[in-house]
């Protein structure tokens, strides 16, 4: 029987892995009513205009334009601006847990998110993402999208990992379908303890 490879890099995405969404439903949501805003237009207007923003082709202030400040407002951007930063939250656990590991078994960990610069650039600042991860391939930085394939090949391209050493960790059932006909085995996280467990799985323990 051929031995499994021995792990030597971790794929992973950011929001509903490490932190909270940035931007998703319920952040909105809550934005809608904080400001007192119309959510279905809101919502439709956000529909059209996320994609380019989230593929880096437009910055969060062109976005905000289109879906916010289409009119006048009794808030400014960075009124707005500041709420959006304000969504987002640590799972401190899987952080640690990616941390150990990471310094544990001398792992290279690449982030693979779909992500707005300016958003992204904000959550790596605030949580520090940058103290564990080496490189970061979010979809406005490279101008793709998940569940684009063409991000996870640059990502390989990036890592220079053979692809039977890299573990991909995401919440999202599709882009892990997607990962694992690249051939990258993967982790759907719903979690910390059943990541933890998988992990232990390809033999990378935190214990």
Known sequence: MKKAAEVTCLFVDIGGVLLTNGWDHEERKRAAAHFKLDWNKMEERHRLAFD??????????AYLDLVVFDEKRPFTRAQFRSFMYAQSKPYPDMIELITRIRARYRLKVAVVSNEGRELNAHRVRKFKLDRFVDFFVSSSFVHLRKPDPE?????LDLAQTPVDQIVYIENTPMY?????????????????????????SFGLRSD
């Open 176 to 200: 892990v379908q997607v990962a694992e006909d690249l051939g990258i085995p993967s982790i759907l996280h719903t979690d910390c303890e059943s990541t933890r467990t998988k992990l232990a």
């Open 52 to 61: 380019p923003y989230e593929s880096g082709k437009i910055t969060l202030d």
């Open 151 to 155: 991000i996870w090949r640059l990502a």
